[in-house]
C-alpha cells in the first residue's frame, strides 16, 4: 500500500505525531539489541545503532526501522565496544567515587564534575554516528562540541533529568517506552546543531 503524502500544517502535525511511535518502538530494539549482545556487549552496539537511526531520520533520509537497526547494530557490534563500551563503564567508576565522598566536604564538586561528564557522555554516541573517528579522537571531538555550546549541554541535560523525574512521578509506565530513545534524539540535534557551528 502506499503512503499517502500530507502538506501543509496538517503534514507537519502528522510528522510530529509519528515521533512518538517512532521513539517507542526504537526504545524496543535498543533492549533487543542489548539483550542480543548478552547485556554486557550489547549495550554499546544497541547504542551506536539507536543514534545512527535517529541521525538517518533527523536528517530525513526515511530509514527502514528494523533492517537499518539491525544493520547498524552488527556493523558496530565490535568498533562501538571501545569507543562506546569504555565510557559507559566509566559510569560506573564516576558513581563509586560520588557515593565514596557523599559524606565529606568534596561531594557537591564530585556532583558538579559527575553531572558534567554524564552530560557531555550523553552526546558522545551521536558524535560518533556523525563523524567515523578513532575512539581517542572521538572522545576528544565530543568534549570539543559538549562545551563548545555549554548552556545547550546543560539544557539539553537538566530537561533529561525533569523528563525522567518528571515522568516517573507522573506516569511510570510511559518511562521505559522513550527512555533512551528520547534523551538520544536531544542529544543527536543538540550535537549536529554543535557540528555545524
Request: hydrophobic letters at 60%; charged letters at 10%.
Amino acid at each position: 500500500m502506499a503512503d499517502i503524502e500530507v502538506g501543509g500544517r496538517f503534514g507537519r502535525l502528522y510528522g510530529y505525531l509519528d515521533w512518538p511511535v517512532r521513539l517507542a518502538v526504537l526504545n524496543l530494539l535498543w533492549l533487543l539489541g542489548v539483550l542480543a549482545g548478552l547485556v554486557l556487549f550489547g549495550l554499546a552496539p544497541a547504542t551506536a545503532a539507536l543514534y545512527a537511526v535517529l541521525r538517518a531520520y533527523v536528517l530525513d533520509r526515511s530509514p527502514r526501522l528494523w533492517h537499518d537497526y539491525w544493520a547498524a547494530w552488527r556493523s558496530s557490534l565490535r568498533s562501538s565496544q571501545l569507543v562506546l563500551g569504555v565510557p559507559i563503564l566509566t559510569v560506573w567508576v564516576v558513581v563509586f567515587y560520588l557515593l565514596l565522598s557523599r559524606s565529606t566536604p568534596l561531594v557537591w564538586g564530585m556532583a558538579v564534575l559527575a553531572a558534567g561528564y554524564l552530560a557531555t557522555l550523553l552526546q558522545l554516541p551521536a558524535v560518533v554516528a556523525h563523524v567515523d573517528l578513532p575512539a581517542v579522537r572521538s572522545w576528544q571531538v565530543t568534549a570539543e562540541v559538549a562545551w563548545r555550546r555549554p548552556l545547550a549541554t546543560v539544557a539539553v541535560a537538566v530537561l533529561v533529568v525533569v523528563l525522567a523525574v518528571g515522568g516517573w512521578l507522573t506516569t511510570p509506565a510511559a518511562v521505559p517506552l522513550f527512555f533512551p530513545a528520547l534523551p538520544a534524539l536531544l542529544a543527536t540535534l543538540t550535537v549536529q546543531r554543535g557540528l555545524a557551528t
